[in-house]
Nanobody, 117 residues
Framework: QVQLVESGGGLVQPGGSLRVSCAAS????????MGWYRQAPGKQRELVAV???????NYADSVKGRFTISRDNAKNTVYLQMNSLKPEDTAVYYC???????????WGQGTQVTVSS
């Protein structure tokens, strides 16, 4: 089992920055990729960014150049640094982990990010 706890969401003005964190615990040795997804009201959940255990990253086109995903292995934590935020970035952001020991991915409880003036 893997437990994921997000933190760092909040309200920010357009053009501002915010960093959200995801702390993993449990069977973390089995995790081979972690990512961030988001879901806006009335929309489907979508991939924002992913980072593999080898450090490879991938981003949605809508956030390339503005968001950066990183990981601190010593803290078992993945971060999403969000810059130049836009109102359309408003959503609940969910942390996700893919583990070799589970058929299904693990999810955190989500953290709200609101971009508004």
């Amino acid at each position: 089992q893997v437990q994921l706890v997000e933190s760092g969401g909040g309200l920010v003005q357009p053009g501002g920055s915010l960093r959200v964190s995801c702390a993993a615990s449990g069977s973390i040795f089995s995790i081979y990729a972690m990512g961030w997804y988001r879901q806006a009201p009335g929309k489907q959940r979508e991939l924002v960014a992913v980072i593999t255990s080898g450090g490879s990253t991938n981003y949605a086109d809508s956030v390339k150049g503005r968001f950066t995903i990183s990981r601190d292995n010593a803290k078992n934590t993945v971060y999403l640094q969000m810059n130049s935020l836009k109102p359309e970035d408003t959503a609940v952001y969910y942390c996700n982990a893919e583990a070799a020991t589970s058929k299904y991915p693990y999810w955190g409880q989500g953290t709200q990010v609101t971009v508004s003036s």
